[in-house]
């Protein structure tokens, strides 16, 4: 089921999985007033191409409050260190949708990743672009070059099967299973509430399967 982790491909340095994808994705449409956050994570071993298999939602509200920030990276990277995952990097939606630059939060943020990961990316949703039937994915990538975060070169972006990813999206959307997604917000509000998704990501999942061919 390989194509559940790598549907399309930046410059064969980036690969970002269905899973991560939808998950931002429906992060942002599930709060679409409010600007949210959250980490990109790997279950790749450090070195070569960044693979990121999977994302964290954090936050959609309070995004600069610092205290709230540390806690659910210190809980996330200890769930990281138990599932052999790993935290590469960091996406944001701005409530703006016309405005996808990076905040000074989410700089911030991704210096923080960068500390421990030296090829950490930060990935921007683009909310004037997150039509469904829109012909590629809305966001736009950025990395960092000495201490400096740059954009990439939106023409040097490969895309794998980003249709199918696009439509899994839309159908999740349409159900209204996007509401079975927790963010760290949600989790502290309600404890009981799982903010590792695993209701979400078997969802997904099962999504992916038939639309690949894989029964």
């Not at 703006?96 to 949703?125: F, G, H, R």
């Not at 794998?160 to 509401?179: F, K, P, V, Y």
Request: aromatic fraction near 8%.
């Amino acid at each position: 089921m390989k194509s559940f982790f790598t549907q399309f491909k930046f410059m064969g340095e980036v690969e970002l999985s269905c899973l991560a994808y939808v998950k931002m994705y429906l992060h942002a449409c599930l709060f679409p007033r409010c600007s949210v956050n959250g980490l990109l994570l790997s279950s790749s071993p450090a070195g070569g191409a960044v693979c990121v298999t999977d994302c964290v939602p954090l936050l959609h509200t309070h995004l600069p409050l610092a205290p709230i920030t540390q806690l659910a990276l210190t809980q996330v990277d200890v769930w990281c260190a138990q599932t052999q995952q790993r935290i590469v990097g960091y996406y944001q939606a701005n409530a703006c949708v016309s405005d996808s630059s990076p905040t000074p939060c989410a700089l911030k943020i991704a210096d923080k990743i960068a500390e421990q990961c030296n090829n950490a990316v930060l990935l921007m949703i683009d909310g004037g672009k997150m039509s469904p039937d829109y012909r590629v994915p809305p966001i736009v990538m950025y990395e960092r070059k000495d201490t400096r975060w740059t954009l990439k070169d939106k023409h040097t972006i490969m895309l794998r099967q980003w249709e199918e990813t696009r439509d899994i999206a839309s159908q999740l959307l349409d159900s209204g299973d996007h509401s079975l997604l927790v963010d760290f917000d949600s989790h502290l509000d309600d404890i009981t509430r799982d903010w590792t998704n695993q209701k979400l990501n078997a969802k997904i999942a099962e999504l992916v399967s038939p639309a690949n061919g894989n029964v």
